[in-house]
């Protein structure tokens, strides 16, 4: 039976505002804007949060992609896109994945209790499952997407079209 709460938090539904509503209206000049007081930019937390599906998808799927050594090497360097099209390529690329992780969360339980190998020392500690990576995925986005929301406030582009609470 597919987990319908795990859905939910992916593609931002309840408390959780959409992940992909919140970028998609954007253009690079925005997402790549510095906002005193923030160590990202909206371009910075939306190529993270793909680095991280890109990672947990590969593993998923019985690739062994190298844990980085220290968090920074999960963030691009650049806090603005080098153009529009780099952007709009980000941006399809994070829809796309959350497509995927909504479709793993779809699947039967069998499927998700399969134990995936951990792939760092801090990672033996925890439940390494597919569905527990799929969680970890959900709540990493809902995290991320909280920020991109406030920055939205604080850059006054917020709510997006589709809509957003606003109190």
């Known amino acids: 039976m597919p987990d319908l709460v795990l859905e939910e938090l992916l593609t931002g539904r309840g408390a959780h505002a959409d992940p992909v509503a919140c970028v998609s209206d954007l253009s690079a000049q ?14 910075q937390l939306v190529a993270h949060m793909n680095y991280w599906m890109n990672f947990e998808w590969a593993r998923i799927h019985g690739k062994h992609p190298l844990y980085p050594d220290h968090a920074s090497d999960s963030w691009t360097a650049s806090p603005v896109p080098s153009s529009e099209h780099e952007w709009k390529n ?4 994070f829809s796309e994945n959350i497509v995927r992780f ?10 998700l209790a399969r134990e995936l190998p951990p792939l760092a020392p801090s990672q033996s500690r925890r439940e390494n499952s597919v569905v527990a990576a799929v969680w970890q995925i959900a709540a990493h986005n809902s995290y991320h997407t909280g920020q991109i929301a406030l920055l939205r406030r604080v850059l006054g582009a917020w709510p997006p079209p589709e809509g957003g609470d606003t109190w």
Not at 90 to 93: G, H, I, K, L, P
Not at 102 to 111: E, F, T
């Open 30 to 43: 925005l997402a790549g804007r510095e906002q005193s007081g923030f160590p990202y930019t909206i371009f």
């Open 102 to 111: 909504r479709a793993l969360a779809q699947m039967d339980s069998g499927a």
């Open 90 to 93: 980000t941006v399809a690329a």
